[in-house]
Every structure is written in C-alpha cells, then in structure tokens.
C-alpha cells in the first residue's frame, strides 16, 4: 500500500492510487507519495523528508 500526502492540508492516507478530491478538505489536490523506497527510512515506512 502507498502512503499518500495532501499537498494541500497535509491529510495523510494509504491506498494503491490516490483519490481525485481529498477525503479531509474535499478539494481537488495534488498528492504526493510519501512512501520510502530507501534502506535509510525502510523502518519507519515513512520518508520524512518528502513534505
């Protein structure tokens, strides 16, 4: 599963695809991937260092 990053109000959610709208601020927003595909962050899953 992808980690999925709001750009907008920072909403955070896992799912194969990101969704079109924002289940938390209902708009239409760009998600970025916050998934690590690194050995540096592979513990916690979650790369930090995307925003």
Known sequence: MTRWKCK???YILEA???PEKC???QQPCEFL???CYTPDCSKAGVDKRIK
Do not use: A, K, L, S
Request: proline share 17%; with cysteine.
């Open 8 to 10: 907008n109000c920072g």
């Open 23 to 25: 289940p938390n601020c």
């Open 16 to 18: 194969d695809q990101p």
């Open 33 to 35: 991937n916050q998934t």
